[in-house]
């Protein structure tokens, strides 16, 4: 029963990690903290830019759940872990396949392509307002994602 409860609680946590996302990209990333998200949307002139700085906060969280995990609250441990493989996929897909920013093999599957496609019409926009798909692991429809940048006056061939 413990092994149960550990795989719910890391897939879970795992799952959580998307809608958690996605709003911190929607309304604190494109809100308040825009001042450090907007290298993200930007040319890159070096290794890093000033977004990658979401990368330390967002690993906060994991780290201290794995830690308290291993030392006293057992329960902690899945979640934390479960933090950490959303982190290490969205880096290999937002870093890796759609950024490229190391190499990685080309993404052929049509659910990954889709994503790229999704998160190439959410930088078609360069400022703080008006982008679409905010999420990394679940994109709407490219049809509908398109539309929406049309009607907002952004051309979103991809």
């Known amino acids: 029963m413990q092994v149960l ?30 001042v450090w998200h907007r290298s993200h949307h930007e040319p890159r002139t070096g290794a890093f830019e000033l977004n990658d700085l979401f990368a330390v906060v967002f690993a906060a969280p994991a780290i201290v759940a794995i830690y308290f995990g291993v030392h006293g609250i057992p329960w902690l441990l899945p979640v934390g872990l479960g933090i950490t493989t959303y982190g290490a996929i969205y880096f ?19 659910y990954w392509k889709r994503l790229i496609q999704a998160h ?38 991809a």
């Open 5 to 34: 409860i550990f795989i719910a609680l890391y897939l879970g946590a795992l799952v959580f990690m998307e809608g958690f996302a996605w709003v911190m990209h929607r309304y604190v990333m494109h809100g308040f903290l825009w």
């Open 92 to 110: 290999l897909f937002h870093d890796g396949l759609v950024h490229r920013r190391f190499p990685m093999p080309k993404a052929r599957s049509a």
């Open 120 to 157: 190439r019409f959410h930088h078609a926009v360069h400022t703080k307002h008006g982008a679409v798909s905010f999420g990394f692991l679940l994109a709407p429809d490219v049809r509908s994602l398109k539309a929406k940048l049309a009607a907002r006056g952004v051309d979103a061939e």
